[in-house]
């Protein structure tokens, strides 16, 4: 039986703001301890790389070459990665040999499930030299090569925290990162599913209209109007209708649709498309949720959350409100999911990501 370490889990989002770096105290099953994190903002060359290695990853054949872009992405990502893991270390007094392992989630530029093909960068290797600790990444590619989604890979540990809250069931936790997705909780059973968009499009249309990478707080969208016919069209993607377990790329969704509104009002109608999306995933629950609980960036956005109460009739309650540390979730989730993937303890499951079996992953590299 491996006792319970300290874990630091690096999650680099789909909305390309940044590096965050949490610790958590865990023995990959019941044990869950989070603690403290940082988030480390990408400067503006990062992000312009980054955006650039998302863009150069559409165009490329499977097993072909691989763009000099996406190498100097790689390389900047892994960098900026070892500074955030240095920083926490520091911020805590710790040294880096009381930290066990380090989850390396990497940065998604291309997810093609049902082509058997997902792709994050980051290199384990080198972050495990640059650090001088354990790094287990690619935590999604085992899954797809079974057969599964390969996301979301939070349940599980949505699941672990659940069962410490008490909060009431059903339970729904919601991450809106760059995608949405839903992990839905009763008893034993784990369902999960990406909903929808997240905050991707709405960023994008932010950086194109306003040069800012966010809208903060819902301001832009909280001053214009929404689209009922555009929203409309938007809502009649077949997407929706299709049963989970599903996945997204950052990419499905994008800004076209309200190309020809203003920038208040394609804000607002993206980030209602959003909400709408989130609450539509409720077509296929088992049963009514009693409780929401919102996690990612989207629980920031004023007008996503009051659009997500107005479409769900239960309590909607950001991360803060359940007793969890919000901006460090996935953070904690991927020390936690590195945790199990040390121990060989599944990471996925049918439910959660449609594999066949219970599916463990991750590829280790040793300092």
Sequence with gaps: MTGVQKVIGLMSGTSLDGVDAALLDSDGEEIVQ??????????????????????????????????????????ILTAA?????????????LNAGDVSLIGFHGQTILHRPDQGWTWQIGDGALLAQMTGIDVINDFRGADVAAGGQGAPLMPLYHAALARKSGLKEPLVVVN???????????????????????????DDWMQKHTGRPVDEGGALALSGQVNDMVLAGMLASEYFARLPPKSLDRMDFGFGAVEELSPAEG????????????????????????TWVVSGGGRHNRFLMEQLRAYVN??????????WDGDMLEAHGFAYLAMRSKRGLPLSLPTTTGVQQPMTGGKFWKA
């Design 267 to 290: 804000a607002a109608t993206l980030a209602t498309f959003t909400a709408a999306a989130i609450a539509k995933a409720a077509d296929h629950f088992p049963q009514a949720p009693a």
């Design 81 to 93: 990665h070892a500074d955030a893991v240095r920083a926490l270390i520091r911020k805590v007094g």
């Design 176 to 202: 809106i990162g760059g995608v949405a997705q839903v992990t839905y909780m009763r008893g034993d059973q784990v369902l999960a599913f990406d909903t929808g968009p997240g905050n991707a499009p709405i």
């Design 34 to 75: 989070p603690g403290p994190g940082l988030t480390q903002p990408y400067d503006g060359r990062t992000r312009g790389l980054l955006r650039d290695a998302l863009e150069a990853a559409r165009h490329v054949t499977r097993g072909g070459p691989v763009p000099a872009c996406i190498g100097e992405a790689e390389r």
């Design 314 to 323: 239960a309590p909607v309650l950001s991360t803060e409100e359940a007793g």
